[in-house]
C-alpha cells in the first residue's frame, strides 16, 4: 500500500494527462501494483504524472525494486522538490530518507546519505510521531550501520521501534528490531 495514503497533504490537482479524479485514480492504481510487486505495470501506470509528487515517488519504488539506480534517484529527487513545493513536509521527509537509503545502496554515499536525513529531521522536528518518524529512524539505523557505527546504528533502531509502538505499526517495529539484532 501507498505510504502516504492515510495522511497525505498534497491534496488533488490537476495533471497534464487528465482531471483531478483520474489522476488520483491513476495513483492509486499504480500503488496497488507496487504492493503486489508488479514494479513494470505501476511504471506503466505512474509514467507520464510528473506533476504528482506521488506518482514521482511510486515510480522511484518501481525503479528502485528493478535495481535502476538513475531512475531511482531522479524520480526520488524530483517527488522530494514538489512536496517541499506543495509544503507537504511529510511527504518530504519520507522521500528524504527513502533518498538517504538509495545514496547507501546506489554508490556508497554515506555523506551524501547523512545530508538527506538531516533534511528529513528537520521536516518533521514540529510534526507529531508517525510513520515517517519511525521510517526516518530506520533509515538513520541502516547508514549509521552501513558506515560500521555500531552504537549510534542501535540508537536508531531503538527509536524506530519506540516510535513504531506508540503509534502502532508492527511493520516498522519488526524491521527496527531486526536493525537492532544485526547490531
Given amino acids: 500500500a501507498h ?3 492515510a495522511r497525505s497533504a498534497t491534496g488533488r490537482h490537476r495533471s497534464s494527462r487528465g482531471d483531478t479524479a483520474n489522476v488520483t485514480e491513476t495513483v492509486a ?16 501506470l505512474l509514467s507520464g504524472l510528473d506533476d504528482d509528487p506521488e506518482a514521482l515517488e511510486g515510480i522511484g519504488a518501481a525503479h528502485w525494486w528493478l535495481d535502476h539506480a538513475d531512475e531511482t534517484l ?11 513545493e506543495r509544503r507537504d513536509d511529510l511527504g518530504a521527509a519520507r522521500v528524504a530518507g527513502a533518498l538517504a537509503w538509495d545514496s547507501v545502496l546506489f554508490g556508497g554515499r554515506t555523506a551524501v546519505a547523512r545530508g538527506w536525513l538531516e533534511r528529513g529531521a528537520r521536516l518533521l522536528a514540529a510534526a507529531e510521531p508517525g510513520p515517517e518518524h519511525a521510517w526516518l529512524a530506520v533509515r538513520q539505523a541502516e547508514v549509521a550501520l552501513a558506515s560500521g557505527e ?6 536508531a533502531a531503538l527509536r524506530a521501534i519506540s516510535i513504531a509502538g506508540e503509534i502502532g505499526r508492527e511493520d516498522i517495529e519488526v524491521v527496527g528490531r531486526s536493525l ?3 547490531t
Fill in 3 to 5: 505510504p502516504a495514503r
Fill in 29 to 44: 492504481v499504480g500503488w496497488e501494483a507496487l504492493s503486489r510487486g508488479a514494479w513494470e505495470e505501476a511504471l506503466e
Fill in 74 to 84: 531522479d524520480a526520488r529527487e524530483r517527488a522530494y522538490r514538489l512536496y517541499r
Fill in 150 to 155: 555500531l552504537q549510534d546504528a542501535r540508537q
Fill in 180 to 182: 537492532e539484532g544485526l
